[in-house]
C-alpha cells in the first residue's frame, strides 16, 4: 500500500492504491481548501508533489502552466496515490504565513534604495544636434554622466520610446540602466526581501519608494525532501554528482514562485520588481548562488564565500526577471547572513550596553557583546526546537501543540489553529518539558519516571498518562501524540549545546549572565515561546524575566533595511570585521561545559 | 534550374537541379579545396549555406556539430543544389585573409590591459581562522579587498581549489573574478578585436601578456544577403518583425565562427579568451548588441547609443564563453566607432600639425583637424569603392581586377591571386578610370566615348574593347569583364560626395587642400588604392603625392589597443567629444559643391 507523506505536518498516511488525495486529505483531517467538492472546478485543492511521480492529466492542465506542472503542482481532487508520494498541502487561509514570523524589530531607515526610477519628458533629437537616444537619457538624469545601460535596456530603448513619444521612466540601479518603459511608471518600484531557513522561506514585497511592507508570502523549503537539515543536504550534494544543481534548482525555483505569488496577491507585475536580496544561513546562500556547500561540511569548516554576492541576471535558473539579486554577507559557516542582518536590524553593534542574541533553528546562532567588541558563535542545537527528531515532532503549523498549563489536576494545551493537537512544535516541546520538570515527572537528570516511580505530588490524571513505549518510557499527550524518554535526550542535546555556547561567549568577554543588559531571541521559534519555559530547561541563562525580549524576524527586517537603504547595505557589508567568530569545537573546556549543560536545574 | 550564387566572387551559376556542389564548382574554377575527391571523407571542401535550404545527411553529420549545421555549413560534396542557393566558399589557403587588411599604423602602448591572470599558492584555511576560500584569494591579490566575484567563477571555485590543491589561477576584469582555473595557467591569457565592416569581418587575436597577435581570421559578413550596404540593412529591420533578430543573429554567429576558428589555428581554447572588442560602423554596432538600428535610418538620424556599451556576458546568443564584449564609443550615425578608433591609433587628435584622414568602404568617413580641433563628416559614398552596383564589380578577392596600366598600346591588368579576371575590385575602378581619362577614352564630363568618338591617340587595342552594350557604352576589359558608362556614373557620383565631404570641412577649419600636413587613407581599400589614380579622378584633393599615406586597418589596430591597454580605453572613450560631427545634408552647400565635383580633371 502506497504511504503518502503530507506536508506541512509530516504526517504519513498508508493509503489503498490509486486513492484520491483529496478524498485521503477529509478523511485524516489534513485541513485543504476545496469548494466544488472534488470535481475539478474550483481549482482550490492545489498541492505540490514534491517527491514520486503524478502524471499530468488535461484537467490538470486547465489550472496549471508547464512550470507549476513541472514543479508537481496539481489538483488533490485530480490525483492518486498509486505510489508513495510526499505531498505538501499548503495551509488554507494563512494558517502557514500566521506562523511565519515576517514582523519584528527594524532599524529606522532613511529610504535611499539603490534603486530608482525617474520619469524624463526627452526632447526630439534634431538633424543639428543628433545626440544619441542613450545620451540624452544620461543627459537629463542626475549623475547620469558615467551611467551604463545593460544590455537589455539598451535593445528595449528604440521601441520604448517609439511607444512613449519619448516620455519614458527609467530604472537606475547602482550606476547602470536596469530598465526603460513608456510612460510614468515610477510609482511601481519594488523589491523582494527574503529569508531563507532550512524549514520555511519568507518572502517580504517592499515599496522601494515608499518603504511600506506590501504583502508576505511564505512556503516550507522544498529542499526538505533532501535532507530535514544543513547537515544532510550537504551530504546529498557531497554524494550525489547533480547535488548542488539539483538542491539550487528546488530553492531557486520555491523563490521563483514566492516572488510571483507575492506580487500577483497585489495585482503587480515581477517586472516591476527590480532589486532581490536573500538573507539565511550560509548553506543556502551558496545554495541559492548555485555553490558547492561540501566545503561547509568538512574540517576546517571554510565557506566558499562569506562576502556579499550580487547575480546581476539573478540566480541562474530563476524565474526573476534577470534582475539583480544580493546575497549580503555572512559571519562565517555556521553564523549566516541572516544573523549579520539581525545584527545590524537590531543596532548591536553600536548601541551601548551589553546584549546576548540567539536565533535559534536547526542551529542556533549566538551574538554576545557590543559596539566595543562582539562575538559569534554557532551551536550543533540540532533540530529539536523545530519539531524535528522529536518523534512527534513537527514544524509550527496547524495542529501543533503550542503551549502546556496544568489545568484541573491535568497537563492543558492548545494548539496552533484551535485545531485537534496532530504534533509537538518547538514552543510546545519547552512548555511540556519546564511543566513535567516543575512537576517531576522529569527529574533533573532528565529521566522520564514511570508512572510508579513519580512522586506522590504528581496529579493522577498527569501520572496516568505516563505509559511504556516501544523502547522507552513515553507520556501520553493527545490521541498519537506523545513525549519520549528519547525525545527529552534531544532536548537535553539540544539545550546543553546552546548554554554552552553561551556560556563560552560570555566567558571570552569575561562577564557572567548578570551583566547583561538585554537577551534577544529571534526568529519565529523566540515569538512563539514561553521565556520562563526556556529559562527553566536552561536555554536562557539566569537572567531576570524583564530582561527577555522577543524581537521577531529581525534578519527579514535586516534584508529589508538592505533593500531600502544604500547605507545599511553598506553597514551590514561592513559590520562582519567588527564580528568575532568562534567556532566551539576549537575551544578546550567545550566539552566540559556542554556536559556540565546536560542535566535540568532542579525544581 | 536552380540558380547558385557562390560567395565571395558573387558569381552566379546555373546548374542542373540535383548537382553536385562540389563539382559545380570544379566545373566553374571556383577556387574549393578537396583532398579525397569527392567521396566525403577528408572534410576539406567546407561551404556555408547563407540562403535556400540543404538537408541535414549523416554524411554532414560527421563533419560538423549541431551549431554549424544549423549555420548552413555542408561539405560541398555532399550537397545537392536542388533549389536557388546562396553558397559561401571559404577561400583555400587564405586568399581571402591575404586581402583583408589586418596590419596598420598603430599606437605605441605599455601594455597594462584590463584582464590580469594571477597565480596563486593559497594556504589551507584552519580551524583558528576558517576564512572562505573568495576571501583567501582576495587577501593575496593586489587591491584584492573590493574584489568581486562573477558568479559563474564562484561556481566553479570548490571544485578548482580542490584540483589545483589550492593552486589556482584567477583572472580579474574590471575589479571581478572572471574566472578560477586549476593550476597555472597565468601565460595563456588573450583578447580577440574585430573590425567588423559591412562587407567583411576580421578578428584579431591579441596576447595580453606580450601585446603579440597571436592570428587573425576573416571572413565576408554574411548579413549580406539581407543587403549590400547599411541603409538596405536598417531597410530590413524596419520591414521584418524579426528583422533585428535576424540580422542580430547573423553577425553574433560569424563573430562566434572566427572566435572560434582563430583561436583553433593556434590550437588554443575560447575559455581562454577573455575580453572581446568590437569596432565597426554604428549600424554593425547596433546589431552586435541587439539594438534595431531603424532610426538611423530616419531623420534625424539619432543612433540609439554611441557611448561606450559592455555586454558582461557577452552579445545576446553569441557562443564566446559569455565573456565581456565591449563596443567602444562612435561618434554618430555614420561615423562610427571604428573612426573613432583610427583617430586614436593615429594620434590624430594629440599630434600637431593638421591632417586628413579617410576610411572608405560603403560609407566614406571623413576626418580632417588636429589636437586644436577636429571634424569629422561621412559621406554617402555608395558602395562603388566595395566593387558593388559595379556591373562587373566584385569585392578584392581572388580574381578581382586590381590594377590597370597601359602596356604594349594596350591596357594590361593585374588580378588578386593571379587568375582568371572575373570582375572588378575598388582599387582596380579607380585604375582603370584614371587609365582612361589619361587616354581621353573617358571625357572630363564623364562621358565614355563610342569607339569613333575617341581621340586619334586612343591606341587601336583600346579603341576595339569599346562597343554598345545593353543599354550603354562599355569597354571590354576580358572575357565577360567590362567597364559601363553606368559603373563611370555610379564613380562621379562616389567621388563627388567624398570630395565634397573633404572640402565641407576644409572650409569650416579655414584651409585650403595645400594647407595639409598629411593625407591618410585607411582601410584595405587604402592598402590597394594606386594614390595618383586616386587623385587623378578627384577622391584625393591636389596634395602633392609623398604626403599621401595607406596608413592599414588603423580601427583594428585601435580596437587591438584598447585590449591591450586601460589608457587607450579611456582615449577611445574620451577623444570623441573633442570631434565635431557634421552631417552633410544640414550644410546648405553641400549640393552645389557635391554638383561641382562630378566632373573629373581635364587631362
Known amino acids: 500500500m502506497p504511504i503518502v507523506i503530507f506536508e506541512p505536518s509530516g504526517r504519513r498516511i498508508e493509503c489503498e492504491a490509486g486513492a484520491n488525495l483529496l478524498e485521503v486529505c477529509w478523511e485524516h483531517h489534513i485541513p485543504i481548501e476545496s ?19 503524478v502524471p499530468v492529466t488535461d484537467e490538470q492542465r486547465i489550472h496549471f502552466d508547464e512550470n507549476r506542472l513541472a514543479r508537481g503542482w496539481r489538483l488533490a ?10 505531498v505538501n498541502v499548503p495551509a488554507p487561509a494563512g494558517s502557514l504565513k500566521s506562523h511565519i514570523i515576517t514582523n519584528g524589530e527594524a532599524p529606522k531607515v532613511h529610504v535611499a534604495p539603490a534603486v530608482r526610477k525617474h520619469f524624463l519628458k526627452l526632447n526630439d533629437a534634431t538633424l543639428r544636434e543628433p545626440l544619441s537616444d542613450s545620451e540624452r537619457i544620461k543627459r537629463a538624469l542626475p549623475d547620469g554622466a558615467g551611467l551604463r545601460f545593460r544590455p537589455a535596456a ?29 510612460g510614468d511608471t515610477s510609482k511601481n518600484c519594488y523589491g523582494i ?46 554524494e550525489h554528482a547533480d547535488g548542488v544543481e539539483t538542491l539550487s534548482a528546488e530553492i531557486t525555483g520555491l523563490l521563483s514562485d514566492l516572488a510571483a505569488q507575492v506580487t500577483a496577491a497585489r495585482g503587480m507585475d515581477l517586472r516591476h520588481v527590480y532589486e532581490y536580496v536573500a538573507v539565511g544561513n550560509t548553506t543556502m546562500a551558496h545554495l541559492i548562488a548555485g555553490v558547492d556547500p561540501s566545503p561547509l561540511g568538512e574540517l576546517p569548516y571554510a565557506p566558499v ?7 546581476l541576471d539573478g540566480p541562474k535558473g530563476a524565474q526573476l526577471g534577470h534582475r539583480p539579486f ?23 553593534h553600536t548601541k551601548p550596553g551589553t546584549r546576548l542574541f540567539y536565533d535559534i533553528g536547526t542551529n542556533a546562532e549566538i551574538l554576545a557583546g557590543g559596539r566595543k567588541r562582539m562575538l559569534a558563535t554557532s551551536a550543533a542545537a540540532g533540530p529539536a526546537f523545530e519539531g524535528v527528531k522529536i518523534e512527534c515532532g513537527m514544524i509550527g503549523v496547524a495542529g501543533a501543540i503550542d503551549t502546556c498549563t496544568v489545568h484541573d ?24 518539558a519546564a511543566v513535567l520538570l516543575d512537576l517531576g515527572v522529569i527529574d533533573p537528570s532528565g529521566r522520564l519516571l514511570a508512572r510508579d516511580a513519580c512522586p506522590d505530588t504528581v496529579p493522577p490524571k498527569v501520572r496516568e498518562r505516563l505509559h511504556d513505549g516501544k523502547t522507552t518510557t513515553r507520556i501520553a499527550l493527545a490521541e498519537d501524540v506523545y513525549l519520549s524518554q528519547r525525545d527529552v535526550r534531544e532536548l537535553q542535546n539540544a539545550k546543553a549545546a546552546i548554554a554552552a555556547g553561551v556560556d563560552i561567549l560570555l566567558h571570552h568577554l569575561g562577564i557572567s549572565p548578570k551583566d547583561l543588559d538585554e537577551v534577544l531571541i529571534g526568529g519565529a521559534f523566540g515569538s512563539m515561546l514561553n521565556p520562563r519555559s526556556a529559562q527553566r530547561i536552561g ?38 570585521d567588527h564580528i568575532e567568530l568562534h567556532e566551539l569545537s576549537t575551544e578546550p573546556d567545550f566539552t566540559d561545559r556542554f556536559a556540565a549543560h546536560m542535566p535540568f536545574a532542579a525544581g
Request: aromatic letters at 4%.
Open 193 to 238: 526581501a527574503f529569508d531563507v531557513g532550512t524549514s520555511t522561506v519568507v518572502a517580504l514585497l517592499v515599496d522601494l519608494n515608499t518603504g511600506d511592507e506590501l504583502g508576505v508570502a511564505a512556503a516550507l523549503n522544498t529542499q526538505r525532501k533532501y535532507g530535514e537539515d544543513v547537515i544532510s543536504r550537504i551530504s546529498f550534494c557531497r
Open 539 to 576: 536555554v536562557i541563562p539566569a537572567v531576570p524575566l524583564d530582561k527577555v525580549r522577543a524581537v521577531g524576524n529581525t534578519a527579514l527586517q535586516g534584508a529589508k533595511a538592505y533593500l531600502l537603504s544604500t547605507d545599511v547595505r553598506h553597514e551590514i557589508c561592513n559590520a562582519r
Open 305 to 311: 564565500f562569506t562576502a556579499c554576492h550580487t547575480m
Open 154 to 182: 539598451l535593445r528595449k530603448l528604440p521601441e520604448t520610446l517609439r511607444q512613449g513619444r519619448r516620455h519614458v521612466t527609467v530604472t537606475v540601479w547602482d550606476g547602470a540602466v536596469l530598465d526603460v518603459e513608456a
Open 35 to 53: 469548494l466544488c467538492g472534488g470535481n475539478g472546478a474550483c481549482g482550490r485543492c492545489t498541492v505540490q508533489v514534491t517527491d514520486g511521480h
Open 326 to 348: 544580493e546575497l549580503p554577507a555572512a559571519i562565517g559557516a555556521y553564523v549566516g547572513s541572516d544573523a549579520l542582518s539581525a545584527v545590524v536590524a537590531l543596532g548591536l
Open 409 to 432: 489536576g491535568d497537563l492543558a494545551f492548545t494548539t496552533i489553529g484551535d485545531v485537534e493537537p496532530v504534533g509537538i512544535c518547538g514552543s510546545g516541546l519547552v512548555d511540556i
Open 77 to 86: 481532487c485530480q490525483t492518486r496515490a498509486d505510489h508513495n508520494l510526499r
